[in-house]
């Protein structure tokens, strides 16, 4: 599995943005796909999920109620709408592809087997 993800940029808190994670090759075989985030010194955390056949979701407790993450299957592409940024959700952020079906671990980045190339957001107070 392939990951494209896009959609990154400079916006002022309070503002909005919608990252894009396009699928390319085994697509067939992705159970789950999440976002996660990695600011400068800190350990990658989990902001996102969803289930790719059924569209359950899971959000981080900093991100639920601002952050809304969905899949089109027929486009092979996830995305991620971010509203009411802060500037603590500056980051690079990534999207992954979970194939294991491990469906109690999805805050745990090693379950997703596939990583796309990262996009950086950045908000400014």
């Known amino acids: 599995v392939q990951l494209q993800a896009s959609g990154g940029g400079f916006v002022q808190a309070g503002g909005s943005l919608r990252l894009s994670c396009a699928a390319s090759g085994r697509t067939w075989s992705t159970y789950r796909m999440g976002w996660f985030r990695q600011a400068p010194g800190k350990e990658r955390e989990f902001v996102a999920s969803i289930i790719k056949s059924v569209g359950v979701t899971y959000y981080s407790e900093s991100v639920k109620g601002r952050f809304t993450i969905a899949r089109d299957n027929a486009k092979n592409t996830v995305y991620l709408q971010m509203n009411s940024l802060k500037p603590e959700d500056s980051a690079v952020y990534y999207c992954?592809?979970?194939?294991?079906?491990?469906?109690?671990?999805?805050?745990?980045?090693?379950?997703?087997?596939?990583w796309g190339q990262g996009t950086q957001v950045t908000v400014s107070s």
């Open positions: 992954a592809a979970d194939t294991s079906g491990s469906s109690s671990l999805y805050r745990d980045p090693k379950i997703y087997g596939y």
